[in-house]
């Protein structure tokens, strides 16, 4: 008598060699899933999943037809990848909803396909105005093209709906090892300096990464999240001035807490832009960034992806930034 082969489930993951994509493989591997991750053609350094043990997919999401082979007999299609700096309007909306549509089209055609999940953000609804956590309900007003193109992606996403089961996630800011924004805030602050934007009652929501990649992987394979928007983060609301004392702790000394005023942020955020596109890469600080940082509540309540599948992020700030420091040192970045 033969014996039935075990099916491998297979997950297509895009933004792998990414912060958040890195650990998303890494968990999918320890779930015993075999990954193909997207990688763009002319690509070579993998970056932290340059040994793991994954297929790698060279193509681009913009040419669906370098990846119609790729995700034809695929389990799940984990959508990652995404523009979070540029410097046109357009470039959101292509690196967003174009490529995002793209990639949908292709899923629609995998009868294979249990699970399409999108990583969106935070930024697809904006910030709170009342200092109330926004949650599943609340109405979607993006403050910035980022944002206006994220919730484009998700809307394309429900458009698919009835064809393909699609899980939407949205985290506020994600931190921890590999990440390079949060880290600048430890290097401000260890050279003495910690800006202060926003008003002195500032609020955020925050996630740690490996955190991030748990709830992505369990909302992929749980059957419950079909059809659903979550989102995803520490529980726990961190006055800003609490972030700083924890930064401040972490690399030691003191550091001067600089309130900024909006004129100056923005002054300064529009000479940055300008100078950038001299340069090739998008700036860190850019007109609409100012004004997403200018924000007094970014703020989200987690508790239906906590009450549909049982997910907590388990790591509070002052451990995970903690861990983020100590790797950002072990490496050198600091």
Not at 210 to 220: C, K, N
Not at 221 to 248: A, M
């Amino acid at each position: 008598m033969k014996r039935k082969v075990q099916h491998i489930s297979i997950a297509f993951v895009t933004g792998g060699t990414g912060f958040i994509g890195s650990h998303t493989i890494e968990r999918l591997i320890g779930q015993g899933i075999k990954v193909r991750a997207l990688v763009r053609p002319f690509r070579t350094n993998l970056e932290w999943i340059s040994d793991l043990p994954i297929d790698i997919v060279k193509g681009d999401l913009l040419d669906p037809l370098s990846l119609e082979s790729a995700v034809r007999d695929v389990d799940f299609i984990i959508h990652v990848a995404g523009v979070t700096k540029a410097k046109r309007r357009k470039d959101f909306f292509l690196g967003n909803v174009v490529a995002t549509r793209n990639l949908l089209q292709l899923a629609s055609k995998a009868k294979s396909l249990k699970k399409f999940c999108q990583v969106s953000s935070l930024s697809a609804v904006g910030p709170s105005l009342n200092g109330i956590p926004s949650n599943e309900e609340s109405p979607c007003n993006p403050i910035s093209t980022y944002g206006r193109s994220k919730l484009e992606g998700e809307r394309s996403c429900l458009a698919y709906g009835s064809s393909i089961p699609v899980v939407i996630l949205r985290p506020p800011t994600v931190y921890g090892p590999r990440d390079k924004d949060v880290l600048e805030m430890f290097k401000t602050t260890k050279l003495g300096i910690q800006p202060s934007l926003g008003s002195k009652d500032k609020t955020l929501s925050l996630l740690y990464g490996p955190d991030l990649a748990e709830a992505i992987v369990d909302a992929t394979l749980s059957e419950k999240t079909t059809g659903r928007t979550y989102f995803v983060s520490d529980p726990i609301i961190y006055p800003q001035n609490r972030l700083f004392d924890i930064l401040t702790h972490l690399v030691g000394g003191k550091a001067l807490r600089m309130k900024l005023p909006p004129f100056l942020v923005y002054s300064v955020a529009a000479v940055v832009q300008a100078v950038s596109f001299l340069a090739s890469k998008p700036a860190l600080l850019s007109i609409e960034k100012a004004r997403d940082l200018l924000q007094d509540h970014w703020i989200c309540n987690p508790g239906k992806i906590k009450q549909d599948i049982g997910f907590v992020a388990k790591t509070p700030a002052e451990e995970g930034l903690r861990t983020t420091y100590d790797w950002y040192k072990s490496r050198g970045w600091l």
